[in-house]
């Protein structure tokens, strides 16, 4: 999965590091809530904690399937410094 761009999943949907969640060969093998059943969620929520998470979750951030997100302080700031260095 790494070698195809993947770093984490949502509910079992492997997502990329840009956020795409599509052309993982595992798609018809796995039994989960689909990308877009998760977007229309009223409250979807993650939660991460440690900074090597950083990528995982602006991954998961960009792919739009949470509305909720729970971090560490120190999560947050690593976030927040990979999202400024990509602008």
């Known amino acids: 999965l790494n070698d195809d761009g993947f770093c984490c999943d949502v509910a079992m949907n492997p997502v990329r590091r840009d956020g795409t969640v599509s052309g993982c060969f595992l798609e018809n093998r796995i039994i989960n809530a689909s990308p877009e059943t998760i977007r229309q969620m009223t409250n979807a929520v993650g939660i991460a904690s440690g900074v090597n998470k950083a990528a ?5 951030l960009q792919s739009g399937m949470l509305n909720t997100l729970i971090i560490d302080s120190a999560l947050a700031a690593a976030v927040i410094r990979d999202m400024e260095e990509l602008q």
């Open 56 to 60: 995982a979750v602006r991954a998961v």
